[in-house]
């Protein structure tokens, strides 16, 4: 059996479509829907991130701003940073690129970011919100995997779906949409970390296994179901001299030897990270609209 390999570039680049005439009808009334990125500091793939979120904005023809400061910049300069883009109108989506310096409380950045612009949903409320089933701005990366599986004919309803890593940003609230009781979710979920004991046994139940651990091509071929659905969050560089800059990207995935035992699966690059890009495309596009007035309130 070889995998279908389920094309994130294509998915992406379909909604990105998609949000073209409701960014067209907010410009007929003059509102460019804006998003303002925060970096501190100049971590490589971080600067790369954030060139790839401006982008994305400038193709779509939406404001885009990114803010870069120095890696030393203070708790109180950044909560200031944070203050000015909340009272500024044309700023509609906020995005601190993690992770911070580690002189930097970032429970409290996430904390200070208004909800109504919190476009990466990391915020105590959006997070609060998607635990409780309510509309809320969901994590770009998590809810990328689940449009791509609803656009992929992919239905969780009552598989079990396995979730390679717990952390707030794409583990948990990964869990959090596939546990919801509603249409595209019904999962039975089993989240797996650095203490859980034989992951393989785990993983090897899973009809639809998500890796998100960020340790290169870690799920090998005799840890998956026969038939399952393999999505690979995971974006690791890994040295290679061959390469033009010295390194290629993998997943958390041997995708080459477990593309011949799974059903369907993502690739790296060209799976999940460009749909993460498309999916905060539409949670700015949908804090202007929400801004503007039109579906006011979350
Ligand atoms: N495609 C995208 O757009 C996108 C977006 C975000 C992240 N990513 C990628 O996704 C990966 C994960 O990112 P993250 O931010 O969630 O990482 P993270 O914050 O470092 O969390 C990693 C998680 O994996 C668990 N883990 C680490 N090693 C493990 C092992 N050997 N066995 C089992 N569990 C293990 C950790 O367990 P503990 O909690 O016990 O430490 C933790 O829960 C990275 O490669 C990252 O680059 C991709």
Do not use: W
Not at 219 to 233: E, F, L, Q, R, Y
Not at 269 to 294: D, F, H, K, W, Y
């Amino acid at each position: 059996m070889t995998a279908k390999i389920i094309d994130g570039k294509d998915t992406a680049q379909e909604i990105m479509e998609g949000l073209k005439p409701r960014i067209g009808a907010l410009v007929k009334k003059g509102i460019y829907p804006g998003l303002s990125v925060i970096i501190l500091g100049e971590d490589p793939a971080s600067l790369s991130y954030v060139k790839s979120k401006g982008k994305a904005c400038e193709k779509l023809g939406m404001r885009s701003e990114t803010i870069m400061l120095s890696e030393k910049t203070t708790q109180a300069d950044l909560m200031t940073v944070i203050r000015n883009l909340n009272a500024n109108p044309k700023v509609h989506g906020i995005l601190v690129q993690l992770p911070l310096p580690k002189h930097i409380d970032e429970d409290a950045v996430l904390e200070a970011i208004d909800p109504e612009k919190d476009v990466d949903g990391f915020s105590p409320i959006n997070m609060g919100r998607l635990l409780a089933g309510r509309d809320c701005f969901k994590p770009c990366t998590p809810n990328g995997v689940m449009e791509l599986m609803a656009r992929h004919g992919i239905d969780p309803a009552g598989k079990h779906a396995v979730i390679l890593g717990r952390s707030n940003i794409v583990g948990k609230p990964m869990a959090a949409l596939l546990v919801q009781k509603k249409k595209g979710a019904d999962a039975t979920v089993t989240i797996c970390h650095s203490r859980t004991k034989n992951i393989a046994a785990l993983t090897k139940k899973a009809d639809i296994l998500i890796a998100a651990i960020g340790r290169p091509e870690f799920v090998k071929a005799a840890m998956v179901k026969k038939g399952a659905v393999v999505i690979d969050v995971g974006i690791n560089r890994v040295e290679d001299k061959a390469a033009e800059k010295g390194y290629r990207l993998v997943g958390d995935v041997d995708f080459e030897a477990v593309k011949d035992v799974a059903k369907a699966i993502t690739p790296v690059p060209g799976g999940v990270g460009r749909m993460t890009i498309a999916m905060l495309m539409l949670n700015t596009v949908q804090a202007a609209e929400n801004l503007s007035g039109r579906n006011r309130g979350l």
